[in-house]
């Protein structure tokens, strides 16, 4: 069993920049992939990036890839997204996931944090 909490969401304008964290707790380490997801009002949740348990390979989805950056430090329990770049259509609940193949469906992932807001005005 796996705990994940995300936070580090707020009220930003168009342009800006965001760090997201994902601590986890339980049984954690290296053991998980990890990914971003995200979901807009009246919008099915959709994936961001993902990154593989040793970092060694990572995926973004098209819509975010050059401006987001995914990380993770095993030592911390904990994955990031670096978002920059933000746009109004980033604005989103972003959550964290955890799962054993690194994959764009939200069914690859066995773990879910609550979320945290993300709002970018224009």
């Known amino acids: 069993q796996v705990q994940l909490v995300e936070s580090g969401g707020g009220l930003v304008q168009a342009g800006d920049s965001l760090r997201l964290s994902c601590a986890a707790s339980?049984?954690?380490?290296?053991?998980?992939?990890m990914g971003w997801f995200r979901q807009a009002p009246g919008k099915e949740r959709e994936f961001v990036a993902a990154?593989?348990?040793?970092?060694?390979?990572?995926l973004y989805a098209d819509s975010v890839k050059g401006r987001f950056t995914i990380s993770r430090d095993n030592a911390k329990n904990t994955v990031y997204l670096q978002m920059n770049g933000l746009k109004p259509e980033d604005t989103a609940v972003y959550y964290c996931?955890?799962?054993?193949?690194?994959?764009?469906?939200?069914?690859?992932?066995?773990?879910w944090g609550r979320g945290t807001q993300v709002t970018v005005s224009s």
């Open positions: 996931a955890a799962g054993y193949v690194i994959a764009y469906s939200s069914n690859g992932y066995l773990y």
């Open positions: 339980g049984r954690t380490g290296s053991s998980y992939v």
């Open positions: 990154i593989a348990r040793s970092a060694g390979s990572t």
